[in-house]
């Protein structure tokens, strides 16, 4: 024989499955989102410079290494008023040659692209931006829906 669920026990239930999808599911739905962005932006800035070192490298030959100033000139990104970047340059053998931008805070993402001139990979582009502040916005993000949650449970 079936038995019925009483109604405040199935108007409980949804509410507590409406809060914990709310709680949960808009968050994580949000930092992923931004976490992709963040990425693509990075992955663009490091594919860009990465190109602009293989022209350079192409026309100025072997001596590239040395060059550290018009490097750092060449890699330099407008100030958007974003979060801070940091740039890396590695060469054939894994050398640092230039690392230009502030040093960022814990959790860092990064993006390495090889730099390739005429067929050949002679170094590394490597770009790093920190995650705090899309870290932040979640916890935000998480904190006004868990109230929502709340409310939306009672």
């Known amino acids: 024989m079936m038995q019925m669920i009483p109604l405040r ?16 599911a808009t968050p994580s739905v949000y930092f992923i989102h931004d976490y992709v962005d963040a990425a693509e932006q990075i992955a ?72 390739v001139v005429a067929g050949s990979t002679v170094g590394v582009f490597v770009v790093e931006e920190s995650l705090r502040q899309t870290l932040y916005e979640t916890w935000l993000v998480a904190l006004v829906c868990l109230l929502i949650g709340f409310g939306a449970y009672f």
């Open 9 to 24: 026990k199935l108007v409980s239930a949804i509410g507590l499955a409406v809060a914990i999808t709310v709680a949960v």
């Open 44 to 115: 663009f800035k490091a594919r860009l410079n990465a190109a602009r070192v293989a022209q350079y490298i192409y026309t100025h030959g072997d001596m590239w290494q040395y060059q550290r100033l018009r490097l750092a000139e060449i890699v330099q990104l407008p100030d958007t008023g974003e979060q801070p970047v940091r740039q890396k340059i590695y060469d054939r053998d894994r050398r640092l040659v230039i690392d230009e931008g502030p040093a960022l805070s814990a959790p860092v993402m990064s993006r390495s692209v090889p730099i």
